[in-house]
Nanobody, 118 residues
Framework: QLQASGGGLVQVGESLRLSCAAS????????VGWHRQAPGNQRELVAA???????RYAASVKGRFTISRDNAKNTVYLQMNNLKPDDTAAYYC??????????????WGQGTLVTVSS
């Protein structure tokens, strides 16, 4: 499992940075994705990063969210700027089957809750 952290309650327009850490495995060679699930909605992939550092984003977050990785810290980050109420969700990270795949390889961790208040 990969564990997400860093969520919280913020106001519209503010920023948060989420972290994804792995225990017992190295993230450096993995494609890692950030997913989110709002109440009543299906879980969706919002960003993914390849082992080489290429990234892709869902249209709803492109230009506002940035995914990055620090292999020395074995951590993948999701920088979220200009947050909107629609970004309110539980956020999860996982290892992707492939860079252009929405399928994941691990069971889901607990996630971290992001609440954007207007």
């Amino acid at each position: 499992q990969l564990q997400a952290s860093g969520g919280g309650l913020v106001q519209v327009g503010e920023s948060l940075r989420l972290s994804c850490a792995a225990s017992g495995s190295s993230l450096g060679n993995y494609v890692v994705g950030w997913h989110r699930q709002a109440p009543g909605n299906q879980r969706e992939l919002v960003a993914a990063i390849s082992a080489a550092g290429s990234s892709r984003y869902a249209a709803s977050v492109k230009g506002r969210f940035t995914i990055s990785r620090d292999n020395a810290k074995n951590t993948v980050y999701l920088q979220m700027n200009n947050l909107k109420p629609d970004d309110t969700a539980a956020y999860y990270c996982n290892r992707q089957r492939a860079y252009y795949s929405d399928f994941v390889l691990y069971s889901w961790g607990q996630g971290t809750l992001v609440t954007v208040s207007s």
